[in-house]
């Protein structure tokens, strides 16, 4: 009589096929999704920047440098980006019957509309070096009121 093989070691070998061809595919999924959900955690992040730049930014008194040192604050403090890597753009849109602010806090009156953008490039802050969203910028804006 002739030993026969268990199925069970001829099934290991499979399995371990299975996994090497799998595994990577799984793994390159899983970081994907970790990456992309840092860029969305970020990019709120950025926008909740812009949003505490243009609240301080309809204060009277407020000016424009103080309102790029509190978003650069903000950002350094929640995400530890470097200042250089953060762009800020603060736009005036003077309000019917204003004069035009020429795009300084300081010099903004009553209901003209402040607007703050806030930049900062993807490659700065992704957890995984790589080509992902590689060359884009998460961008927040927000648009208040002057008091």
Do not use: Y
Not at 11 to 21: D, K, S
Not at 28 to 53: D, K, S, Y
Not at 62 to 87: K, M
Request: hydrophobic share 45%.
């Amino acid at each position: 009589m002739l030993a026969r093989r268990s199925s069970g070691s001829r099934r290991r070998g499979a399995a371990m096929v299975e996994t090497a061809l799998v595994l990577p595919v799984f793994l390159l999924l899983v970081l994907g999704i970790i990456e992309f959900g840092r860029a969305l955690m970020v990019a709120n992040m950025v926008t909740n920047a812009a949003r505490e730049g243009a609240r301080m930014a309809i204060l009277d008194g407020s000016t424009n440098s103080q309102v790029q040192t509190a978003v650069e604050d903000f950002l350094v403090a929640s995400l530890g980006v470097a200042r250089g890597d953060i762009t800020t753009n603060i736009t005036i849109q003077a309000a019917p019957g204003n004069t035009n602010p020429g795009n300084q806090c300081a010099n903004a009156q009553a209901r003209d509309l402040i607007t703050v953008e806030v930049r900062i490039p993807f490659s700065k802050v992704a957890l995984v070096e790589g080509d992902f969203l590689q060359g884009k910028n998460l961008i927040g804006r927000s648009a208040m009121r002057h008091e």
